[in-house]
């Protein structure tokens, strides 16, 4: 556990007064946005940040149709148990790999950029690519099913609240903004440095197979 929490409190310093109530991301991927051997340019590191600040899957008039408005007398025990729950998909080893959902974010950007770097060798090899392209895309696929998985953690919590979640490619996102951002739960930023983690990464992988793909057919 304290191994956990030095994890998350070595952050990098990058800030604009624009996201000023942002928490940054970990310090292991504080230069993703700088490098652009990397995948990622800094307007998209500030696209993926304003996308989850500005999420609106609904219009004004119908959101009480989807979304639950915890009453008044249960706003004390829904913070207590959502808060419970969040430690748990945060802190607990719950990936298939016994491994934190951060920590493999982590691994997958330190794996996949070795991976690029060997490509980078020898970019005329297509067998080798393709091996590449399959590892690639095995770790994409991976990172598409965390807002399941978080759904599914919740799930407890889904249930005795009745909210009106079903798991989906951005039910994360709506978890965040609905019902923990707009509750002020205590480990909302840290939920919230997850999410942006996760975009990170999956968009780097993406664009290294995009890249390595297309190159790979005009061989």
């Given amino acids: 556990m304290k191994k956990l929490l030095i994890l998350f409190t070595i952050l990098f310093s990058f800030c604009l007064s624009a996201y000023a109530e942002y928490k940054p991301i970990p310090k292991e991927l504080s230069k993703l946005y700088k490098d652009k051997t990397k ?13 989850i600040d500005n999420y609106e899957p609904f219009p004004d008039a119908t959101i009480d149709r989807y979304i639950r408005i915890i009453p008044d007398k249960d706003v004390k025990q ?4 959502i808060n419970n729950n969040l430690q748990h998909i945060l802190h607990d080893k719950i990936t ?3 491994k934190t959902l951060m920590q493999m ?3 997958f950007d330190k794996d996949s950029t070795q991976i690029y770097k060997k490509y980078l060798k020898n970019k005329n ?4 690519n393709i091996i590449y392209i399959q590892k690639l895309e095995e770790m994409r696929g991976t990172i598409s099913l965390y807002p399941e998985v978080i759904t599914e953690e919740l799930k407890n919590i889904i249930n005795k609240y009745d909210l ?3 798991p989906g490619a951005e039910c994360d996102i ?3 903004k609905y019902y923990i951002k707009k509750y002020n739960i205590a480990i909302a930023q840290e939920f919230k440095t997850l999410l942006i983690t996760k975009q990170i990464v999956f968009f780097k992988i993406n664009n290294y197979i995009l890249e390595i793909s297309d190159k790979t057919q005009r061989i």
């Fill in 78 to 81: 829904y913070k207590i148990d």
């Fill in 125 to 128: 090899n297509k067998k080798q």
């Fill in 164 to 166: 009106n979640l079903v």
């Fill in 96 to 98: 298939y790999d016994n």
């Fill in 174 to 176: 709506l978890i965040y």
């Fill in 105 to 107: 974010l982590i691994n």
């Fill in 39 to 51: 995948g990622i340019a800094k307007e998209d590191y500030l696209e993926i940040i304003n996308k």
